[in-house]
C-alpha cells in the first residue's frame, strides 16, 4: 500500500519528539519548581530521548574530572596557621609541561638575600592560548594548580580579562574540595595529611605532625581538622561549624602591586558575594 | 591494471624483500644502518623501478604513508620516507630517496600509487622537494602567495619564539607578552617576490572568478550529442554545510554530471606536524586531539603507540599493563562507535534529510561522551592516554557534586553505567538505526551504486578504513598489525564487496556491530584487572628520553588507517623533542579517490559521495 512508509516514518518521528518530553513529565514540572537536585536522572543510566537543557537556568552537570582553565589553590580565609598561603612553589614544573606554553611565572625572591623562595611573586595565564589539556594539574608535584569547573569566561575584552593574574587564579581549598572531593581525597592520602606537602615535611622536622588523613568531603571538616591541630587554637568553637569557608581568594597574600588595583578588588568582591549568595541559597533549599 | 606477465608474488618476511631488493638492484638498494632506522635507502635514479619491484613482484601493494623529513644541521639532506605494506597483513617495508637540500627533487612514484599524490603535493608544499613526473605539483595546504616551505628546519613562522619548548621566558622571569604585540601581523608575514599582491585582489569579472580556480577550464560552448551545453565550473565550498567543514571542490560541470572534480583543501591549516616540532613529546598528546576532533581517544593511542616504540628500545621502558590496554581498547572502541554514529547521521543529512536523523543517530553518543568526561575530563579534546599506560583509572563512580557552579546532582558506579551502555544502549541504538534507514527507499535509491570505487582502485588510492573495506579489500590494522590486546580479542573485519555509498553506510553499522562485540569482550577484563596499576613509567616524568630513532605508530581509526611517523634526533643534554612528527591522516588520503569516485555522477551525488568518505577537515588540514 503507498504511503505505509510515510506513516511509518512519522510514526518515528512522533515517537522521538514525545520521548523528548519523557524526563519532563517523570518530574511533571519540578524541572522548574522546587529542589534542582531532583534532576539526578536527567543524565542517567536510563534516560531517553533527546531532552532539552535550559541553560543558564539549568546547567548541566559536570562531573569531578572536567577541566577547565587552571586555578591555583590557596588555604581558606580561615585557615588557622597560614590563611590565604600560597601552595603553589614556584616551581615551573606546569609552564615547563604546558603545551601551548600558557603559564607565565615569576619566582619569589628574597628581597635581601636574592635567594629564591618557595612563593610565586606572580603567576599569569593566559586563557585564549591555555588548552584545556590538564596537564600542569597532572605533574604538579604539590597540588598546587588545578583544573577548574566554572567555564563561563566569556567577557567583552579579551585584552583586559582573558590575562588571569595570580589574585584571579587563586581559589580556596574549599573550592577545590567542592567541586572534586574525591580527587581532593585521593590526593590528601597520598600526602598522607591535609596540610601542604611542604608543611607536612617541615612539622616532621620540627619534630611534630601534621593533620593525619581522614576520609572526609566537607570542606568545614578538614578546616576543623586543621584548627584542632594548630599549635594555638583560636578560641572559636562554632567558626568550624557555622561556616562553610567561603574564603576570600586574595585575602591577605596578594602582592601589593595587585591589592592596589581597585577595579580588580571591586571584581573580586563582587564574585564572592554573588558566589555566597548562591551558597546561602543552596543551603536554604535543605542540602 | 598491469601487465600480465608478472612474476609470482613473494610472500616472504621483511628481510627476504629486501635480500631479493639488493640482489635485483645491488647498486642502488642499500640498507639504511643508521641507528634505531629500518629498512632501504634506494638512490634516486631507481625508484620507481623499485617502487614497481615491490608491487608487482614483491606484494606491497599498499603504499600507506609518503613523507619528507628534513635533516638538516645532522647530515644535511632531504628524506623521502615510504611505507609499504601487503594488504594481507604484516609489517611494513620502509624504503627512502635521500636528495640535497638544495634543488630538491625526487622521482614522483604517482605511476605506481596513484596515491601519493596528495602526499607528494604536500611534501613539495611543506618541504619543497619537487617531484619529477608529477602532473600537478602544486601546493596544497599553503597558498599560492605563500613564501618558504614552513617544515624545512630553517623556516620560522610569524610568531616564532624558540626552536623548542619549553620556552625560556617563562620561567622564572615569567614576563607576559601576548604573541601579537611582539610579532604584530602584517609586518611579520613575507611574501614571494615574484607575487604581485594587486593581481590577487577580486575585481569580480565572471572571468577572474573562473581563471582563478587554476583549472584552465573557460566558459565556453561546447556540443554534446547535438544539445548545445555550456561547460560549468561550479565551487562547491569552502563555506557550505555538505563539505563538514572549511573544504572546497571545484567541480567542472556538463549539465548536471560531473566531468571533473578537484579538491581545495588549507583552509584549516595550521602547520600542526610544525607545533609537534616545536614541542616537547609529551606536549603533543593534547595536539592529537585536535586532529580528527571526533575521535580523539584514537588519536591519542596512535600517538602513543609510535612513541613507545621508540621507547622501548631504551633502557627503562616497561609496556603498559594489560588494564591499561584493556582501557586504551574500551576508549578506542567506544570512539569508533561515536564517529560511525556520526558519520551516518551526516551521511543522511547530506542525502537532505536534514538534522532528524543526525539528532537520532547523535543521541547514544551523548552518553559515551559523558562517560569519556568523567573519565578523562573532556568530552572530545581527551588528553587521555600516556606513554607507558593511560592519564588516571577509571572512577569509581560517575560523579557530579553539588558546588557553587553546577546545580545537578549525580552519581552512578562505572562498571554499571558501561554495563548497561554496552550491552542495553548501544545495541538498541545500531538496531534502531538499521531499521530506520537499511530498508529506506529514499536512501537506497540515492547510494545504491553510486561513488563506485572498485577494489585495486582502492588499494592504489591508498585508501583506508570503512572506504577501502566496502570496496571488498578486508584490511583492518587490528588484524594486519595488531597491537593492544586486538590478538585476544574475537571479531571480524566487517566487508563488503559493492565499493558504492550504500555498502559504506552498511559497512559502518557492521564495524559498529563488532565494536560492540569487542566492548563486550571488555567488560570482564575489566572487571578482573582492577587495582592494576595503569601506567607502567615513573609518573613525575614529564619530559621523557626518547631514544635515537624512527618509529611508525598506526591504528585503525575510525575513519580509515591513521599513522605517526616519529623521529627522534635525541639530544641527551637538551630538552627533548620530536626532530620529526608527521601524521599520515586518513581524511587527507582517502580525498585522493574523491575525484575519481564523483566522475559521472549528479552535482548531488557528490555531497552524498563526499559524506561517505567521512572526513574531518581539522585531520585533513592539520
Known amino acids: 500500500m503507498y504511503g505505509m512508509g510515510i506513516l511509518k516514518g512519522l510514526g518515528v518521528t512522533i515517537r522521538h519528539f514525545f520521548e523528548s518530553y519523557a524526563e519532563d513529565i517523570r518530574y511533571s514540572g519540578r524541572r522548574y519548581f522546587g529542589a534542582k537536585s531532583d534532576f539526578s536522572e536527567r543524565q542517567g543510566i536510563d534516560t531517553r530521548g533527546v531532552y532539552t537543557v535550559q541553560y543558564p537556568e539549568e546547567k548541566i552537570a559536570v562531573p569531578e574530572r572536567f577541566r577547565f582553565v587552571p586555578f591555583l589553590v590557596v588555604n581558606d580565609a580561615d585557615h588557622p596557621e597560614a590563611p590565604g598561603e600560597d601552595w603553589c612553589t614556584s616551581c615551573g614544573i606546569c609552564s615547563k609541561v604546558c603545551p601551548p606554553q600558557c603559564i607565565w611565572i615569576v619566582r619569589g625572591e628574597d628581597p635581601v638575600t636574592k635567594r629564591p623562595i618557595p612563593q610565586p611573586e606572580a603567576f599569569y595565564i593566559d586563557t585564549d592560548i591555555c588548552m584545556n589539556c590538564g596537564y600542569c594539574a597532572e605533574f604538579c608535584p604539590f597540588d598546587a594548580i588545578k583544573m577548574d569547573h566554572d567555564y563561563e569566561l566569556a567577557s567583552y575584552d579579551r585584552t583586559t580579562y582573558h590575562i588571569h593574574d595570580k589574585a584571579r587564579l587563586s581559589k580556596p581549598f574549599s573550592y577545590w574540595m567542592s567541586i572534586a572531593p574525591t580527587t581532593a581525597n585521593e590526593e590528601a592520602r597520598d600526602r598522607g595529611s591535609w596540610e601542604h606537602s611542604d608543611v607536612v615535611k617541615e612539622k616532621k622536622k620540627a619534630g611534630g605532625a601534621a593533620v593525619a588523613y581522614t576520609p572526609t568531603e566537607s570542606p568545614a571538616e578538614v578546616l576543623a581538622l586543621l584548627k584542632a591541630n594548630a599549635p594555638k587554637p583560636e578560641p572559636e568553637p562554632e567558626a568550624a561549624a557555622a561556616s562553610t569557608a567561603v574564603a576570600s581568594p586574595v585575602a591577605g597574600e596578594a602582592p601589593a602591586a595587585e591589592a592596589a588595583d581597585g577595579e580588580k578588588a571591586a571584581r573580586l568582591a563582587k564574585r564572592e558575594a554573588a558566589l555566597a549568595r548562591k551558597r546561602a541559597a543552596k543551603e536554604q533549599s535543605g542540602e | ?622
Open chain 2, 1 to 622: 591494471m598491469t601487465d600480465q606477465t608478472l612474476a609470482p608474488v613473494q610472500t616472504g618476511t621483511i628481510e627476504n624483500a629486501i635480500e631479493f631488493l639488493k640482489a635485483r638492484y645491488p647498486d642502488s638498494v642499500k640498507d639504511d644502518t643508521r641507528s634505531g632506522y629500518s629498512g632501504v635507502v634506494v638512490s634516486k635514479s631507481q625508484l620507481v623501478d623499485v617502487a614497481r619491484t615491490l608491487r608487482d613482484e614483491l606484494g606491497f601493494d599498499y603504499l600507506s604513508s609518503a613523507t619528507a623529513v628534513d635533516y638538516l644541521g645532522v647530515s644535511d639532506h632531504m628524506e623521502m620516507v615510504y611505507h609499504a605494506y601487503r594488504t594481507s597483513g604484516g609489517p611494513p617495508l620502509v624504503f627512502k630517496a635521500q636528495t640535497e637540500r638544495s634543488n630538491a627533487e625526487v622521482p614522483s612514484l604517482i605511476d605506481v600509487w596513484p596515491g601519493v599524490d596528495f602526499q607528494e603535493r604536500e611534501a613539495w608544499d611543506l618541504f619543497g622537494i619537487r617531484f619529477a613526473g608529477h602532473p600537478n605539483l602544486k601546493r596544497i595546504l599553503m597558498w599560492d602567495g605563500f613564501e618558504g616551505h614552513p617544515m624545512r628546519k630553517d623556516w620560522r613562522e610569524a610568531y616564532y619564539e624558540e626552536d623548542q619548548k619549553p620556552f625560556e621566558s617563562r620561567w622564572p622571569r615569567g614576563y607576559i607578552r601576548r604573541a601579537e604585540e611582539l610579532n604584530v601581523y602584517g609586518r611579520n608575514v613575507r611574501y614571494p617576490d615574484d607575487l604581485d599582491l594587486g593581481a590577487l585582489k577580486d575585481d569580480s569579472a565572471e572571468e577572474s572568478l573562473y581563471s582563478g580556480m587554476g583549472l584552465g577550464v573557460d566558459v565556453s560552448a561546447y556540443e554534446t550529442e547535438g544539445i548545445k551545453t555550456d561547460k560549468l565550473v561550479v565551487n562547491l565550498g569552502p563555506h557550505h554545510p555538505s563539505t563538514h567543514g572549511v573544504f572546497r571542490m571545484v567541480v567542472t560541470l556538463d549539465g548536471e554530471t560531473v566531468l571533473s572534480l578537484e579538491p581545495v583543501m588549507g583552509y584549516l591549516h595550521r602547520n600542526h606536524e610544525k607545533i609537534g616540532e616545536r614541542n616537547a613529546w609529551l606536549h603533543n598528546m593534547p595536539f592529537t586531539d585536535r586532529l580528527d576532533y571526533i575521535s580523539s581517544m584514537s588519536n591519542n593511542l596512535g600517538y602513543a603507540l609510535a612513541v613507545e616504540d621508540l621507547l622501548a628500545s631504551g633502557a627503562r621502558y616497561a609496556p603498559p599493563s594489560y588494564r591499561a590496554e584493556a582501557i586504551r581498547v574500551l576508549m578506542v572502541e567506544l570512539t569508533r562507535i561515536v564517529n560511525h554514529f556520526w558519520a551516518i547521521g551526516f551521511l543522511l543529512n547530506d542525502l537532505g534529510a536534514f538534522f532528524t536523523p543526525a539528532l537520532y543517530a547523535i543521541a547514544e553518543r551523548e552518553k559515551i561522551l559523558d562517560f569519556f568526561e568523567a573519565t578523562a575530563g573532556s568530552r572530545m579534546m581527551c588528553n587521555y592516554m600516556r606513554f607507558q599506560g593511560v592519564a588516571k583509572d577509571l572512577p569509581e563512580r560517575i560523579r557530579s557534586t553539588a558546588n557553587l557552579l553546577n546545580d545537578r546532582v549525580r552519581d552512578f558506579n562505572t562498571m554499571d553505567y558501561l554495563t548497561e551502555m554496552i550491552t542495553e544502549r548501544l545495541p538498541r541504538a545500531i538496531d534502531d538505526l538499521d531499521r530506520y534507514l537499511t530498508d529506506s527507499e529514499i536512501v537506497k535509491s540515492r547510494t545504491i551504486g553510486v561513488g563506485y570505487l572498485p577494489p585495486e582502485m582502492a588499494i592504489a588510492y591508498s585508501t583506508a578504513g570503512p572506504l577501502l573495506r566496502a570496496s571488498g579489500i578486508p584490511y583492518d590494522v587490528r588484524r594486519a598489525e595488531p597491537y593492544s590486546i586486538y590478538p585476544d580479542l574475537d571479531f571480524d573485519v566487517a566487508v563488503r564487496y559493492n565499493g558504492d555509498i550504500y555498502d559504506r553506510y552498511l559497512i559502518r553499522l557492521d564495524e559498529m556491530r563488532e565494536s560492540v562485540r569487542i566492548l563486550k569482550q571488555v567488560l570482564p577484563r575489566l572487571e578482573k584487572s582492577q587495582g592494576e596499576s595503569i601506567f607502567s613509567g615513573n609518573k613525575a616524568i614529564y619530559m621523557p628520553r626518547v631514544p635515537v630513532g624512527e618509529a611508525y605508530g598506526r591504528v585503525e581509526n575510525p575513519k580509515g588507517e591513521l599513522g605517526y611517523y616519529v623521529v627522534s634526533e635525541g639530544d641527551p643534554k637538551g630538552p627533548q623533542n620530536p626532530w620529526r612528527y608527521h601524521v599520515r591522516a586518513p581524511s587527507f588520503i582517502n580525498l585522493t579517490a574523491l575525484g575519481a569516485m564523483c566522475k559521472g555522477h549528479k552535482v548531488a551525488d557528490v555531497v552524498a559521495i563526499l559524506g561517505s568518505i567521512d572526513i574531518v577537515l581539522g585531520e585533513t588540514d592539520r
